[in-house]
């Protein structure tokens, strides 16, 4: 195998993107950069969102939002 090949562009942006499901567990080592603090709507808990909490608009922490999904 060839994995330092280029320059582990691909590699970052396969991992950021795919390959977070069925891991069980939070996987930052990649950078908490696009991690924003945000509040959940639901349990009030501090959590943190891999996306901009639009205002206006609820956000829900991990927990909240698989519980929701899930009904
Ligand atoms: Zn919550």
Known sequence: MREQDGN???FERRSSGFGNRGN???RRSFGPKDWH?????ECKKECEVPFKPTEG?????KECFSK???R
């Open 68 to 70: 929701r999904r899930d």
């Open 8 to 10: 582990g562009r691909d």
């Open 24 to 26: 069980g567990g939070p």
């Open 37 to 41: 603090k945000a509040v959940c709507s």
């Open 57 to 61: 608009k609820p956000v829900y922490c």
